[in-house]
């Protein structure tokens, strides 16, 4: 996976700053793999999205993970560290299909990518954006193609689908689980490595750009100067100014 300096993290930062979540995992993908075209990125499964998001973590930050979530029946938070590692899971491949009974027929389904959740990501009614990606993920036979629009057992053969999409593509939905010290409450929560690690490119770049503001108000310095420079270089500089 390429190494990421300064200034292009930055940039991904600046370009993801208003946009979706899908849109910040496939901006951290592009940067992260040059190498690969995006119409790769843009239809690779969740899982193997993730899976990449999951190594970027580890090259930019490290491999273990500090988060803080609310019980949901009392709102107490919650610690929790672990490491990458622990949450890594097998993932699918983009020609990946799955089978379920719908209509007493044997029917298939692809397992969701980035372009699929761009596609319904304006629909904010989350039942109908269920609906919208069940239809897309089906692959209608030739001879129902064109009279087919979401079929009655479309509806009815969702909770069959999301199970063996689970099953086939599990590093796309992580579960981590909670016990409360304040209820006792034991459950499970999902942890979303793109959120994640995009608030942590957030936290890292407001720092990042408050030392820059400090070498640039004191030296001079541009900022592409001040990110060209070595982290330890630059720190100095800091300490120097008394501002570590």
Request: aromatic share 6%.
């Amino acid at each position: 996976m390429h190494t990421l300096e300064p200034r292009a993290l930055l940039h991904i930062w600046e370009r993801g700053v208003h946009a979706s979540n899908v849109t910040r995992a496939l901006l951290l993908m592009g940067a992260a793999l040059p190498q690969v075209n995006h119409e790769s990125l843009l239809h690779a499964t969740i899982g193997h999205r993730d899976a990449w998001l999951l190594t970027l973590r580890e090259t930019l930050f490290g491999s273990r993970i500090e988060c803080l979530l609310r019980c949901p029946a009392c709102a107490e938070q919650i610690e929790l560290d672990f490491r990458v590692s622990d949450i890594r899971a097998p993932h699918a491949r983009p020609e990946h299909v799955c089978e379920v009974m719908g209509a007493g027929t044997v029917r298939r389904f692809r397992v969701p990518t980035s372009a699929d959740l761009l596609a319904i990501e304006g629909e904010r009614d989350v039942p109908a954006a269920e609906r919208q990606l069940l239809q897309r993920l089906w692959e209608v036979p030739d001879a129902e193609r064109g009279t087919a629009r979401a079929p009655e057992w479309l509806a009815q053969a969702q909770g069959a689908v999301a199970r063996a999409i689970a099953e086939a593509d599990a590093q796309a939905e992580v579960l981590l689980t909670l016990s409360c010290p304040s209820c006792g409450l034991r459950t499970e929560e999902s942890f979303d490595i793109a959120a994640h690690l995009w608030c942590e490119l957030d936290h890292w770049a407001r720092a990042m750009l408050r030392k820059v503001h400090a070498l640039a108000s004191r030296y001079g310095w541009s900022e592409d100067c001040i990110l060209g420079m070595g982290a330890a270089r630059r720190q100095a500089y800091l300490g120097l100014i008394g501002e570590v």
